[in-house]
Every structure is written in structure tokens, then in C-alpha cells.
Nanobody, 123 residues
Framework: VQLQASGGGLVQAGGSLRLSCAASGRTFSNYGMGWFRQAPGKEGEVVASISWSGGSTYYEDSVKGRFTISRDNAKNTVYLQMNSLKPEDTAAYYC?????????????????WGQGTQVTVSS
């Protein structure tokens, strides 16, 4: 599956952004999906993931209550709504397809990802 993320940008602390990821190729609904981020000098981390149906989700502790992952299988798109953004959320964000239809929490369980979108949060 091919993935293309968009929606990043520069925002002040406390602001919001909505990332979108358009998928093409293999059947989108067969895959759990996730968003991970990579900041300079830091390891990549999965911040949110969602099962094929949207019925199960996972959030990394630092984003719980602020980020919401969702998907629209009819549109082959997964979203990440990010509210109450903090400077420490600054990173390149990537959407990724998991190795099966369920929720995963580690990078090793994602098999395909696209070009990232940069999120910069100013203080």
C-alpha cells in the first residue's frame, strides 16, 4: 500500500492540526494503520494506531487526551487530529500500514510508510 501524508505545518503551542494520510494500492481496510513521529536525535515512536474497523485504538501516553486517530475506509484515508499541541510534539509525522488488521504499538509492526509531514510547534 502506498501512503501520502499531509496537513503538517507551523502552529503555536496550544493550537491544533489535522493530519491526513491517503492510501492507494492494496485494500486499505485490510490493514491496521498508525502514525509515528521522528524528531531529530530521537528514536521514532508510534503515537497512535487504529484497527481496520476503527473499533480499537492505541495512543502513546504523552498524546492521550490530545490526539485522536480515525479512519474512513470508503475514502482510503486515516486522520490524526492533534489538539493542545506542545513544542515537544515537533517532529516529522508519518502514517504507516501495519502487518495485519489489528492495532500495533511498535514501529517494527508497521510494514509500509510514506513521506512524512513536518509538524513544528512554537512556544
Amino acid at each position: 500500500v502506498q501512503l501520502q501524508a499531509s496537513g503538517g505545518g507551523l502552529v503555536q503551542a496550544g493550537g491544533s492540526l489535522r493530519l491526513s494520510c491517503a492510501a492507494s494500492g492494496r485494500t486499505f481496510s485490510n490493514y491496521g494503520m498508525g502514525w509515528f513521529r521522528q524528531a531529530p536525535g530521537k528514536e521514532g515512536e508510534v503515537v497512535a494506531s487504529i484497527s481496520w474497523s476503527g473499533g480499537s485504538t492505541y495512543y502513546e501516553d504523552s498524546v492521550k487526551g490530545r490526539f485522536t486517530i480515525s479512519r474512513d475506509n470508503a475514502k482510503n484515508t486515516v486522520y490524526l487530529q492533534m489538539n493542545s499541541l506542545k513544542p515537544e510534539d515537533t517532529a516529522a509525522y508519518y502514517c504507516a500500514a501495519a502487518r495485519s488488521s489489528r492495532v500495533y504499538t511498535t514501529l517494527a509492526d508497521f510494514i509500509s510508510w510514506g513521506q512524512g509531514t513536518q509538524v513544528t510547534v512554537s512556544s
